[in-house]
């Protein structure tokens, strides 16, 4: 972090914005207790719990107006999506759905995958607000929060380097040039489900110097290299089985170029594309390679029902008799 942290430029990532209501609030907190006091020199004391009441009363109005004024709560409701998705709390996620729609890409994105994870997106897929295949796995944006919930849908699927490269071009994309704890995260993960043992530990390493991630890099840094316990574990262990062999994750421009050795290690080799667009080949490419990718399955005939490609459906069926 570069900076004095009191500043609050790292809690404000417009580097071309100046945040007064943030730099407003932060000095309220000195200003206000400050009048209170020096205000008590010309009342009497019996009447300095009135004083207070009202100044308290006053305080919240005004800041409560700032914020009602301000606040972008559609902005609001859809980093709450991203925050459960990030948690993967799937239960939550459906309960929150349940009491209202979602009616952004990003809530419609994090709202299938968690009926996904419960096994349940086809039999509730028309149930649910529905954005057609934008809403099941959307086209990657080029900025620092859209991407992130479709790279968890990307991740749980098993198309790890397609996360992986989303995740790295998100990060990549965050205006103030800062990195992400987040995405140092789930970069660790994709390359230690690869294989890729010390690109991971490059990025463990930096984690276990921050306050939030330094418990979790603890308890991962010991899997490195330990291919037994890598095939055990609930996460790691599932999701190297259900990736493909060689999962290409090229093709799509962006507006930063990145390295080979930027990618992390991504293996680029063999003939399978990735596009801008994620398609039903691609999804029954990851089905047919492993038939317990319930996952991948409940997304490929979800993108055939929301697209009405019967043709589509009838020649997958025929490929899994064959």
């Known amino acids: 972090m570069v900076g004095p942290s009191w500043t609050g430029s790292h809690y404000y990532r417009y580097p071309t914005v100046t945040p007064w209501l943030l ?13 209170v006091r020096v205000s008590r020199k010309w009342i009497s004391s019996s009447k300095n719990f009135v004083v207070t009441a009202c100044s308290f009363a006053l305080v919240a109005v005004i800041m409560g107006t700032l914020v009602w004024k301000n606040a972008n709560f559609k902005a609001e409701k859809v980093m709450q999506y ?35 994870m419960h096994g349940v ?14 809403g099941l796995l959307p086209d990657v944006k080029e900025d620092a929060t859209s991407p992130l919930p479709t790279a968890e849908a990307f991740y749980q699927l098993g198309m790890i380097n397609v996360a992986q490269r989303t995740v790295f071009e998100a990060q990549e994309a965050i205006l103030d040039f800062q990195k992400s704890g987040r995405c140092y995260k789930r970069l660790a993960q994709t390359n230690l489900i690869n294989g890729q043992y010390e690109v991971a530990r490059k990025y463990l390493s930096a984690l276990q110097k921050t306050l939030f991630y330094r418990d979790w890099a603890n308890e991962t840094l010991p899997l490195l290299g330990d291919e037994a316990a890598i095939a055990k574990h609930p996460e790691y262990g599932r999701l190297r089985k259900m990736a ?79």
Request: charged residues 20%; without cysteine; negative net charge.
């Open 121 to 134: 997106l086809l039999d509730q897929l028309f149930n649910y607000n529905q954005n057609g295949i934008a």
């Open 82 to 116: 991203d925050f459960m998705a990030r948690h993967q709390q799937w239960n939550r996620i459906l309960e929150t759905a349940n009491r209202e729609k979602p009616n952004n890409q990003i809530g419609v994105t994090v709202q299938n995958l968690a009926l996904a």
């Open 23 to 35: 730099y407003a609030a932060w000095l309220s907190a000195l200003v206000i207790p400050l009048l």
């Open 244 to 322: 493909y062999d060689e999962d290409l994750t090229f093709g799509r421009a962006s507006s930063r170029s990145a390295t080979s050795s930027e990618l992390d290690g991504s293996r680029l080799t063999g003939d399978f594309y990735f596009s801008d667009h994620v398609t039903p080949e691609m999804l029954q490419s990851l089905y047919l390679r492993n038939r317990d990718n319930g996952l991948a399955y409940q997304y490929l005939v979800a993108y055939f029902l929301l697209t009405g490609d019967q043709e589509g459906y009838n020649n997958f069926i025929s490929s899994i008799k064959q």
